[in-house]
């Protein structure tokens, strides 16, 4: 059986990573020694034993305390690194990766430390690994929208080292529309627009999503099967959908793989892609989201081209960088 030779081989687009959530126990424990950080787990194994989720919310307290190890620079472009190192070993040709400023500057990290740090990864892996790699600066929903705007004040000195802007964390009880004068602005400013909805929340979130902050992507999406409209809609205007198959599982969202909608939507012939979220709480990266969604639902290769087709059309590079991969 060549299947899963070809989904580890065909090159790809990651579209929907959390680099903070990338960050391997053994990286977590490293940097904390490095930085002099003291940590609420006695050992790597203490640590891996607490990834058991339940909910959305009861992963992000355990991944925001991971991300309290991350201080200098240096810490930013060793994790940035090791992802992409991981991404270009399975194929993916171009990583959009999320990073959430706010985690860090409430703990006294200047924006131009973690900033720089990505965007110099983000250089050497290109010119080591031939990877391109962009970056999506992300509100954290369950902060107020002065917090985002203060963020985005705080990152326009740097824009040209990322090219969006996402929403993500905490999603039911933060709609989409809270944050609809900051995302405004930022369009205005010529950033491309993403935003988490339909992960956790109802389809009202998506239409959100779409008709007030007006993404370009949404990421997850995955609960617009309960509004048969919404589906129309993301049908005809092939709005990219970002799902992240392993992540849904751990979070509780599908518990079982073989009842994930991963199929059925691509069927309907919505725009989605395969994605990690946050590879090293959810048991892989890119590849390991692929080989598992399609042995538990019994996908074929023609779904297999037609994902990877849809993650390279729905990435934010220019023809001038798109020609560079092929
Ligand atoms: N931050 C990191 N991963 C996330 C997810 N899956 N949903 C919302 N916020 C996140
Ligand atoms: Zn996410």
Redesign the pocket.
């Known amino acids: 059986d060549c299947l899963p030779a070809l989904l580890r081989a065909m090159p790809k687009a990651e579209l929907h990573m959390?680099i903070?959530?990338s960050l391997e126990p053994e990286l977590i424990f490293a940097l904390a020694q490095r930085n002099g950080v003291q940590l609420p787990y006695a050992d790597v194994e203490a640590l891996r034993a607490a990834y058991a989720f339940t909910d959305?919310q009861s992963?992000?307290d355990i991944?925001y305390a991971g991300a309290s190890v991350l201080l200098q620079e240096q810490d930013f472009y060793d994790m940035a690194m090791a992802y992409l190192q991981r991404a270009a070993a399975d194929h993916v040709v171009r990583a959009e990766i999320?990073f959430?400023p706010q985690t860090h500057t409430e703990r006294g990290v200047a924006m131009e430390t973690v900033i720089h740090g990505l965007a110099r990864a983000c250089k050497d892996a290109q010119a080591q690994w031939g990877i391109s790699a962009g970056l999506i600066l992300?509100f954290l929903r369950h902060l107020s929208e002065e917090a985002a705007f203060d963020t985005l004040h705080a990152a326009l000195p740097y824009r040209e080292h990322f090219i969006g802007i996402g929403l993500?964390?905490?999603?039911v009880g933060n709609p989409p529309e809270k944050f609809a004068r900051v995302f405004e602005q930022c369009k205005a400013l010529g950033f491309h627009l993403v935003a988490?909805a339909g992960?956790e929340g109802p389809p009202a979130y998506v239409w959100s999503a779409l008709n007030v902050l007006q993404v370009q992507r949404i990421?997850?999406g995955v609960q617009s099967e309960k509004d048969w409209d919404l589906m129309q809609r993301l049908a005809d205007t092939r709005m990219p959908l970002t799902v992240?198959p392993l992540?849904n599982q751990k979070?509780c969202v599908f518990p079982d793989l073989r009842d994930h909608n991963l199929p059925r939507m691509l069927a309907a012939g919505l725009n989605v892609t395969v994605n990690s979220?946050?590879p090293a709480y959810f048991g892989g990266y890119v590849n390991e989201n692929y080989l598992q969604v399609f042995a538990a639902t019994g996908m074929g290769a023609e779904q297999a081209y037609q994902l990877a087709r849809n993650s390279l059309e729905a990435t934010f590079a220019s023809p001038e960088q798109q020609a560079l991969w092929v």
């Open positions: 959390h903070e959530g959305l992963f992000l991944y999320f959430d992300s993500d964390s905490s999603e988490h992960e990421d997850h992240c992540s979070l979220d946050d």
